[in-house]
């Protein structure tokens, strides 16, 4: 399957992450290289085959439905990083996190 | 006393000769004399350090003594160490004080071990070299135009030219083994389960697995002991009994069944490397140990199956970084969208970028059949191979990487040339299984400067004090593990 422009511009939108023109170009070369090695997992016939995640095969362990967490609500907001456009103030507020509007 | 192994400075401490302060202080004199050149390190904090190690010496002075008491650890920069900055190698997270520790954290603190400081890495551990740190690049002790090997580079550097007594990696394709067998030290990746994930910084959940990394097997078992046990706030943490992981360390080796894998001898491995895992397969022949020829025959799609695992698992994990609650923000942006995006670019490195990339596009609507099923199936196929073998041997042997430590800048714009660095070791991350790289031997390189050869030994799930007994029997005939770079006394 060949990569285009396209596709890279496409897949950095849907990983949020800002390309350049002149970086999608060379994104487009590495990347092709990468899906090339991947190819070669398509000469393998795997009908019938059950997948792999996890190689313990082991189901998620349940816990009783009880608060197991401290509240560091505080200690977490230490590194809220700057607000950005001229602020260098932390982006919390009243125990919140501050972002852009969103709603109008 | 920096050459001593972790049990003769047990000793040391206890009986009182040194003071685990003295002993932290000479460590720290060897950082700031060598770390400038080498960059080992990424953060020291000398304060916390020495109170640490004030602590350990009261605990020794109230006969409260454990076997890691006192001993100064270094700590893969991946690890959240309360009040330390944790970076994982990245500009996203230069900023980040840990706001609670790791479980292993937790574990050398209630030993009684000291933090001697967090070691530099590839970016989220992505890389083979550790040439992706946004903290810049490590230089192997042995010849400091190559690499140490990555993703832990920073931890095995710190080793090798003894800037610690012993430090902690993770090895999600290699990342502990490559680069042990690089800079020619003993590490150990145990069964994915085996150590908690809580408070390491996830990059493939699935295959993400902490070890020790240190001067000899008796050492990694020692590490294991505190390492290692279940930990209910990591969903695959293995509930198994506490094991001593140096129990088995004195058995004899007769009668022990090696299998040799024929795609881990084929094309791609240097013929220098082959020779030394020749006359280390030799020596376990005298130490008693059967030969037998194995096949593997699937190794050769561990590496397209790893970079889609790898990279979709690592696409999910890293959605978090987003600029909201905590790592970089861009300084400048429009919108909400706009702040994600320009946060992310500026946030992440070129192969972090890459991977999310190729994550993203192997989970992306219409090629989930295509790449991640398939590659899960194979995943199985790649386990089964190990299945098929361990009924015919008790241990697997091999080469651990495929060259000696390459320049660096060799492969940095070349990430297919890179990945098959990892080439015999990511099969053992995809099958969840334990293993191991020891000193074996020097190869001469090309320009003639003699660099370290890591032998592999790949055991059966839990089998890790099997294969440290199976590592230590050959580190009483053989001394390849007690050298040390020269110029580093």
């Not at chain 2, 997270?93 to 590839?122: E, R």
Request: aromatic share 8%; net charge negative.
């Amino acid at each position: 399957m060949a990569l285009s422009i396209e596709d890279i511009k496409k897949v950095a939108h849907l990983a949020r992450i800002e390309v350049s023109e002149s970086d999608a170009a060379a994104t487009l070369t590495k990347l092709t290289g990468i899906l090339s090695l991947i190819e070669q997992m398509q000469a393998v016939d795997t009908t019938g085959i059950e997948p792999m995640s996890h190689s313990q095969d082991l189901s998620q362990r349940l816990r009783d439905d009880v608060v197991t967490k401290a509240n560091l609500r505080e200690e977490f907001q230490k590194n809220a990083p700057a607000l950005g456009n001229g602020s260098a103030e932390p982006a919390v507020a009243g125990g919140l996190y501050l972002v852009p509007k969103v709603i109008e | 006393m920096i050459n001593s192994s972790l049990k003769q400075l047990g000793e040391m401490l206890q009986a009182k000769k040194i003071s685990s302060v003295e002993l932290t202080q000479t460590f720290l004199d060897r950082i700031q004399q060598y770390n400038p050149s080498i960059n080992a390190y990424i953060s020291l904090d000398e304060t916390k350090t020495l109170a640490q190690a004030k602590a350990a010496d009261a605990r020794i002075a109230a006969g409260n003594v454990a076997p890691l008491t006192g001993i100064p650890i270094a700590q893969k920069d991946i690890f959240c160490a309360k009040g330390w900055q944790t970076t994982c190698g990245s500009k996203m997270l230069a900023n980040f004080i840990a706001p609670y520790d790791a479980h292993i954290i937790t574990q050398f603190d209630a030993a009684g071990a000291v933090n001697l400081g967090k070691t530099n890495m590839d970016e989220f551990a992505m890389g083979s070299s550790n040439e992706t740190s946004y903290f810049g690049g490590v230089k192997n002790p042995w010849s400091f135009d190559r690499v140490p090997g990555g993703s832990s580079g920073g931890s095995a550097a710190a080793v090798a030219a003894r800037l610690c007594a012993a430090a902690t990696g993770t090895d999600t394709g290699g990342s502990i083994r490559q680069p042990a067998s690089l800079c020619g030290f003993t590490g150990l990746k145990p069964t994915y389960g085996a150590v908690s994930r809580f408070g390491m910084i996830a990059f493939a959940s699935s295959l993400d697995q902490a070890g020790p990394m240190a001067k000899s097997a008796e050492d990694c078992a020692l590490m294991m002991n505190v390492m290692a046990g279940f930990d209910e706030r990591d969903s695959t943490s293995l509930n198994r009994e506490k094991e001593d992981y140096t129990r088995d360390l004195a058995k004899p080796l007769q009668g022990l069944k090696v299998g040799l894998p024929k795609e881990y001898f084929s094309e791609g491995l240097d013929a220098d490397v082959g020779k030394v895992i020749e006359a280390a397969i030799a020596e376990y022949k005298k130490l008693g140990a059967e030969i037998i020829d194995i096949s593997l025959p699937n190794t050769g799609l561990s590496i397209p199956v790893y970079y889609v695992l790898a990279p979709a698992e690592a696409s999910s994990n890293l959605s978090r970084y987003d600029g909201v609650r905590y790592g970089h923000r861009a300084a400048e942006y429009t919108d909400l969208m706009d702040m994600y995006n320009k946060s992310r670019a500026e946030g992440f490195g070129a192969e972090v970028k890459r991977r999310i990339l190729i994550g993203t596009y192997v989970l992306s609507a219409g090629y989930y059949d295509a790449y991640y099923l398939k590659a899960q199936q194979i995943r199985r196929l790649i386990a089964q191979d190990f299945v098929e073998a361990f009924k015919k041997c008790d241990v697997i042997m091999g080469p651990a990487a495929p060259s000696t430590a390459f320049k660096a800048g060799e492969k940095v714009d070349d990430p297919v040339a890179m990945y098959l660095q990892d080439i015999y070791t990511i099969s053992t991350n995809l099958a969840g299984l334990p293993g191991m790289s020891i000193p074996a031997g020097f190869a001469q390189s090309d320009d003639g400067v003699s660099l370290p050869v890591g032998l592999q030994i790949i055991g059966n799930y839990f089998d890790e004090a099997r294969m440290l007994n199976v590592a230590h029997q050959y580190q009483q005939v053989t001394d390849w593990h007690t050298r040390m770079p020269a110029g580093l006394e």
